[in-house]
């Protein structure tokens, strides 16, 4: 039930294509739903992250959409770039804990110029 | 610098050696966490502190584990008796508060890289 579920493991997108990833969860007292960048060697940093009262959240070129009921949310970047290269982690946590964070898998994305 | 700092980077070590691995975390932020990333996974959470007390170590997988914040602001974790499968990357991370009204945005270090041969 504290489980995570993301996919895909990774994902190859060509620059200016646009890279969707999944996440599931299981547990309905979670209630902050951030999507982590990291870059080898680097540690995760906040990209953008959304609370269940909002279906959608836009920040340039980065929406996270959210669908309560299916218990799913995704991250939708647009115009992909080759800089966006990284690994994405979805995350949850539960009400007022809002930093002890489950993570997802990771998904490994790739653009090719 | 302005961002949490971890040390060491890298630390190779034998199995049923002791390790210390420090964070110091953004100034002012009251919320210290750990967490343990594996190869290929995501992080797992260890345990938080708010201020010098742990709020939640739920995470630390036994009693090898031991994590102190002596004055609220550096913390120490502590890995006792290691082990083959203790090794990953020790992530440390810090946010300006907790309870209630925790934006939950956590500031992460860049690790540190334990490896036990």
């Known amino acids: 039930q504290q489980q995570v579920k993301q996919s895909p493991q990774s994902l190859i997108v060509q620059k200016g294509g646009i890279s969707i990833i999944n996440c599931a969860y299981e547990?309905?007292?979670?209630?902050?739903f951030p999507w982590y960048q990291q870059f080898p060697g680097k540690g995760p940093a906040l990209l953008i992250a959304?609370?269940?009262?909002?279906s959608e959240k836009k920040e340039g070129r980065f929406t996270i959409s959210f669908n309560k009921s299916a218990k799913q949310f995704s991250l939708h970047i647009m115009d992909s770039q080759p800089g966006d290269s990284a690994t994405y982690f979805c995350a949850a946590s539960p009400y007022n804990q809002g930093g002890k964070l489950i993570f997802g898998q990771g998904t490994e994305l790739s653009v090719k110029p | 610098g302005a961002g949490v700092s971890q040390t060491p980077s890298n630390k190779v070590t034998e199995k049923g050696k002791y390790v210390e691995l420090r964070c110091d975390p953004i100034?002012?932020?009251?919320?210290l966490y750990w967490y343990r990333q594996s190869l290929g996974q995501g992080p797992e959470f260890l345990i938080y502190?708010?201020?010098?007390?742990?709020?939640?170590d739920s995470g630390l997988p036994n009693d090898r584990f031991f994590a102190v914040r002596p004055e609220g602001s550096v913390s120490t974790l502590k890995i006792q008796r290691t082990e083959r499968g203790d090794s990953a990357v020790y992530l440390c991370?810090?946010?300006?508060?907790?309870?209630?009204?925790?934006?939950?945005?956590?500031?992460f270090g860049e690790g540190s890289r334990l490896t036990v041969l």
């Open positions: 100034s002012g932020h009251t919320a």
């Open positions: 991370a810090s946010s300006l508060f907790s309870g209630g009204g925790n934006t939950g945005e956590l500031f």
């Open positions: 502190f708010q201020g010098t007390g742990a709020a939640d």
């Open positions: 959304i609370r269940p009262d909002v």
């Open positions: 547990n309905t007292a979670f209630d902050y």
